[in-house]
């Protein structure tokens, strides 16, 4: 009888495995003490409202008609919902930064993004570093309108209590649900780096995500909660430590690093995996702890299924982030609140928002060839924003030595007359964030040495840089890797700036865009830089306000000798 009986147990779990491998939805109730639970999830969405195309720029009325855009929040519901059809008890979060990187942001603020969440029904989220960029007094109504609309906000590591406009507003240290009869814990943090890559004010205080996140954790044990769940917009790289230390944290789902995580090869050839889906952190204890991130802009939802046993440790994770491709139909109800939105931005894209004296250049792709003064405005606005914020010692006049742009990522010119915020959009149109970058003199020289390698004037490459900060001469009848023939850049340890030469063995800091900074163009990816930052939109319009009328001229910031008499690499 006992044979016979461990038969059947075995043939169940074989079946059981079977139904798994099937991808065979399977309800797991208490009679085995196993439970299952499902996680949609997104981040970073950057107020991307609308499709973009597939690296989260304007989507073209071109790539429209061939249905090659994606994304959207409508887009977003429709899967949600489809979903929640199968998996009814689906807990719905984000991961932080919903604020930002489109005109609906710089236009239409928090009101937009408390209206469209609210409207999206997420259960739980967490608040970004750029949740902060307008102050406590942008962050305010956002928590009110996030509490009228039943969502909840976890902020486990920050501390209100010292802010006046924010002390009495809600957001939560930890909030338990019941899922299927068990009681699952949720808890969040942002990095407390926010205090310098955003602008909280000096009253919010920022505490280490793992010590928080231990201590309440703990609460919730001793509340007879063995599931937790934490949200969290600390970075990939930060939640593999975190949830290696935090042994009572079962999943973070996580943001801030844009990271795409996939299981298989089925992906789009333009998102490359930085890491499986669920990551898996074996840990001291003999658990395991879950990781996931779904990318960026709302190009994917993040699918996730934990199995958990009795004693609410994870038995296994399965999923991978759903791609948001024109397949997937866009929500009607969704699509009428966005409406009213898209016709308030159309409007004021229209609105002058500076004026320039000259033309700001870009015909036939000019600034990927020789110095533009578009490109010149651009790199002059990167390097402008951290220039002026205050520096760590009265030493330094400034936190960073140079900016440095792709021609690439330079699309349109900017009229002589009125400037628009949709003229602005039309020339740099990404929404990329500008982050500073640490690297070596000699990793600089590198990067203007792959400025020019490629250099063609039939074939105009997107890597070439416009700088500001910065004067390099090039002799293009030199072999690829060896044209850069001089180097300068501004001194910051000094009382009068002035250009330097660059030493390859002393350290400097740059600006320039995440693309850049992330290996785009062929770049070498940083190994070390700032991943938060403005986007470049919201740059460029404060600095060409503040400047009207513009007046940038060519200066000689880019020097070319020489022709390519040598074949480039």
Known sequence: RETAERLAVLTIWRLFAILLAWNVSVTLGSDNGLFELTILHTNDVHSHIEETNKHGGQCSEKERNESKCVGGVARIVTKVKQLKEKHPDALFMNGGDFYQGTAYYT???????STIM???????????????DDGPEGLAPFLVKMQEANITVVGTNTNFSKEPVLADKPIAKSVTVSVKGRKIGIIGAVLPQTRYLSRPGENVIFEDEVKSFQSEAANLRKEGVNIIIAITHSGYPR????????????????????????????HPPENIPEGVYPTVVNRT???????????????????????FD??????????????????????????????????????????PVGYSKVVLEQANEVCRLRECNLGNLIADAYFAFYADMNTSSSEYWSNVNAALINGGSIRAPLPQGNITMGDILASAPFGQAVVTVPLSGFALRLMFEHSVANFSYENKKGEFLQISGARVKYNLSLSPCNRVTSLKVLCTKCRVPIYEDVDDKKNYTIVTNNFVAKGG?????????REAGPIDLDVLVEYIGKMSPIKTPIEGRIIIEGNVTTPSI
């Open 107 to 113: 236009i239409l603020k928090s009101e937009m993004v």
């Open 118 to 132: 609210a409207a999206m029904n997420y259960s739980h989220v967490c608040l970004g570093n750029h949740e902060f």
């Open 239 to 266: 939640d593999l430590q975190i949830i290696e230390n935090v042994l009572d944290v079962d999943v973070i789902v996580g943001g801030h690093t844009n990271t795409f995580l996939y299981t298989g090869s089925d």
């Open 285 to 307: 204890d003999g658990t395991q702890g879950l990781v996931v991130q779904a990318y960026c802009y709302g190009k994917f939802l993040g699918f996730l299924q934990v199995t």
């Open 310 to 351: 009795n004693n609410g440790s994870v038995i296994s994770g399965r999923g991978n982030p759903i791609l948001l491709n024109a397949s997937v139909v866009k929500d009607e109800e969704m699509m009428k609140v966005i409406e009213p939105f898209k016709t308030n931005v159309s409007e004021v894209m229209k609105k």
């Open 521 to 529: 163009d062929g770049f070498a990816k940083a190994a070390n830089y």
